[in-house]
């Protein structure tokens, strides 16, 4: 795989590749799951403001939404893109489909309209690969194989095609790099001009730390789209199944780039250990610059931080440090003099 990964680099698009890491010093704990209506009331539980919020979205779905120039929650979006409505649920499209320019014209809008936007954002790419709930999972949950449009060839040539186009720029270029990886080109009819804007993107790699099966062939590097096509690497982690020592394995295995945990929340109990013991984690590794809760997407959901007062009030006390930023800095309100 290294080898592979060499040969890449030197043809990905990485020229306008931006981190938006924190400020030097802080962190990111922000919010992910059901609505913007979360916000406020997660902040009052919390109190402290979520700096990134996470929603999701399904593949060939309208982008307009996204054109807007404010956010009225202050918040950096981060955008979770997955092939279906929700889990276990079947996919408008495969992972082959996506790499063979199948969902050109989708890649397109979104490439206009999150440019349009002028906002930070922070996209997540088939979150989970080796999770066999995902429609784009190549495996079954016994093990079986759902065949070749979901292999992890095309997951990982699925994310380079859809970077290429969600970066922007010359269609030449981007036809240029997409026939180096054996890839159809971007046709000029669909990308409607010559160049594509540059959005301000950054792109997270979050796979399971261990796959679902966990099997060799779906283990987490399988996946690894190449270094110059990812920004952030991480994972999600919960309280019902706290594997430190696993976490770790998968920090230390994908160096050099930040660190996330896209989603993390308490499960089925209230548990302020948990929320100390990835807080104290996060403290002593420096790559970790965001880790978003998962609030749920109903009242009902077990990961619902409502649900458990002694974790909330453990999160509380952890987000009083000054090194765990409100606001991301456009966001910020201004100082009082």
């Keep these: ?51 990134v919020f996470e929603i999701w979205m399904t593949w060939n779905t309208p982008t307009k939404w996204l054109r807007g120039r404010k956010a009225g929650t202050r918040t950096r979006l981060a955008l979770a893109i997955g092939t279906a409505s929700g889990y276990a649920k079947a996919g408008v499209i495969s992972p ?11 890649l397109v809008a979104l490439c206009r309209n999150l440019a349009h936007s002028g906002r930070i954002v922070y996209v997540r790419l088939m979150g989970e690969p080796n999770g066999h709930w995902n429609a784009y999972a190549p495996y079954n949950g016994d093990g079986s194989y759902r065949g070749d449009q979901n292999s992890s060839h095309f997951y990982i040539e699925a994310w380079r095609r859809t970077v290429m186009i969600l970066r922007g720029g010359p269609v030449w270029w981007i036809n240029r790099h997409l026939r180096r990886l054996g ?30 099966p966990d ?9 690894w789209p190449g270094s110059a096509y990812v920004d952030w690497v991480g994972t ?3 309280g019902s199944y706290p594997n430190f020592a696993q976490l770790s394995r998968f920090y230390d295995q994908f160096t050099g780039k930040p660190f996330v945990l896209s989603e993390w929340a308490v499960d089925g109990q209230d548990d302020p250990g948990f929320v100390r013991a990835v807080f104290a984690w996060a403290r002593v590794r420096p790559r970790v610059r965001m880790f978003n809760y998962y609030q749920g997407f109903s009242a009902s959901d077990p990961a619902n931080l409502a649900h458990y ?15 765990y930023l409100p606001y991301a800095p456009e966001y910020a309100p201004p100082k009082r003099r």
Excluded at 201 to 206: N, S, T, Y
Aim: without cysteine; positive net charge.
């Design 309 to 323: 007062p002694a974790s909330q009030a453990a999160l509380r006390e952890e987000l009083r440090s000054g090194h």
């Design 236 to 238: 999600d982690f919960y």
């Design 96 to 106: 082959r489909d996506i790499a063979l320019g199948g969902s050109d014209r989708f």
């Design 183 to 212: 890839l159809p080109p971007l046709k000029r009819r669909i990308a409607g001009a010559a160049d594509l804007p540059h959005p301000r993107l950054a792109f997270l790699w979050v796979p399971q730390d261990a796959g679902s």
């Design 1 to 51: 795989m290294l080898a592979a990964i060499a040969v890449t680099v030197g043809f990905a698009p990485g020229a306008n590749a931006r981190e938006y890491v924190p400020p030097l010093g802080h962190v990111f704990v922000g919010l992910t799951g059901g609505t913007t209506t979360t916000v406020a009331p997660w902040e009052r539980m919390v109190g402290k403001h979520p700096p």
């Design 215 to 223: 099997i060799p062939a779906n283990s987490p590097g399988v996946f």
